[in-house]
């Protein structure tokens, strides 16, 4: 019996990939303290609920170091995120940006207390930080389901400024410190946390991953991809063609896992919009119905090639009467997932439960 068992079990094809399908909601505790209210149908709405109902099943959460200059994306906000996710029968992926400030494709800027140390300390502080907000978080139940080890890292971790010659050896460090830390705090939790490792933009997935592999990064599970019309030279089609290659050559799953499209060109405040007329692609106007069609095709393209899903970037970045550093309001309410002025829900949400079956 116990034979026949095994055999059974031998033969059986293995499970397809997660498909994931979500939201970074970074902004929204932010934006409701700031008089923001989501609303569907003219009712007020919870984003989480709402997005779990119409069929996206991961939330995306950024945490900074010690940001001194706002009290949101710490730790205790990132609990408040992570907690209003699971009670609404969400994942959730957990980014760290090992930085004070907004880590990305054009800066790495080291946290404080971390920058005038030498590697090796970096690489100890990194492992010892990474583990201890993830212990943190399992002892209160909330540990993420996957995690990233980065954001946007085309640029050498913590070095500051990007154009430099990435110093590998180094970069090698402290990724692996990283990797190591999220294992370590999943080993004794329920949720052993898969792992992910960000880049921006498709023309630079392959040469990183492919130095990385050459220096010695290893143990992670996702690599995560920014695709952005406006910043990047590759179609939608070419983005397909990446994530085949990627997924065939680094032995990892693939996924966007920051997008964005706007669904008018209008503004609901003085704040510059970040995509204007220059982001739209042919085909897909600036109009709500647009931005859902951009989302649909996109993520049909992603799951064809072999990708396992799409994480739209900052749908509820709504304007309010708050400042930011960039102005009054929001330099993204055109691209967001609720109208302008009413934050009434849009038809973008209904990209979440449309059929992706790998055929």
């Known amino acids: 019996m116990q034979l026949l068992l095994g055999l059974l079990l031998a033969a059986a094809p293995p499970a397809p990939p997660p498909l994931y399908l979500g939201a970074d909601l970074s902004y929204v505790n932010e934006m409701e303290d700031c008089g923001a209210v989501y609303r569907e149908h003219g009712t007020a709405v919870d984003p989480f609920e709402l997005l779990k109902r119409k069929g996206g099943n991961l939330v995306r959460v950024r945490i900074w170091n010690d940001a001194k200059w706002t009290r949101y994306s710490g730790f205790a906000d990132v609990k408040k995120t992570i907690a209003r996710a699971k009670r609404a029968g969400l994942q959730v992926l957990l980014d760290f940006h090992y930085s004070d400030d907004w880590a990305d494709g054009d800066k790495q800027n080291p946290p404080a207390a971390w920058a005038k140390l030498g590697p090796e300390t970096q690489a100890r502080l990194l492992y010892d930080y990474t583990r201890d907000i993830l212990e943190k978080l399992g002892r209160e139940g909330l540990m993420p389901e996957l995690v990233q080890v980065g954001n946007e890292t085309n640029p050498e971790l913590m070095a500051g400024p990007g154009g430099k010659k990435i110093d590998w050896r180094r970069n090698a460090m402290l990724f692996n410190a990283g990797i190591r830390a999220v294992r370590d705090a999943g080993m004794l939790e329920r949720i052993h946390p898969r792992i992910m490792l960000h880049i921006a933009q498709p023309e630079n997935v392959e040469p990183w991953f492919e130095a990385a592999r050459k220096a ?32 065939a050559r680094f032995k990892s799953d693939v996924m966007v896992v920051e997008t964005a499209y706007p669904f008018t060109n209008e503004n609901e405040d003085s704040s510059p919009n970040l995509l204007g007329p220059e982001t739209l692609i042919s085909g897909y106007p600036a109009t709500p119905e647009g931005q859902k069609a951009y989302l649909v095709d996109l993520t049909r393209t992603v799951v064809a090639s072999g990708g396992n899903g799409v994480v739209y970037w900052e749908p509820a970045w709504v304007s309010t009467q708050c400042k930011t550093r960039w102005g009054t309001g929001s330099n993204w309410e055109n691209a967001a997932w609720f109208d302008l002025r009413t934050h009434e829900a849009l038809p973008a949400f209904d990209f979440l439960g449309a059929d992706y079956r790998r055929r």
């Open 216 to 247: 010695g990064v290893k143990g992670y599970d996702l690599i995560g991809i920014s695709y952005y019309r406006k910043w990047s030279k590759r179609t939608v089609a070419e983005l397909g063609q990446v994530i085949a290659r990627t997924r």
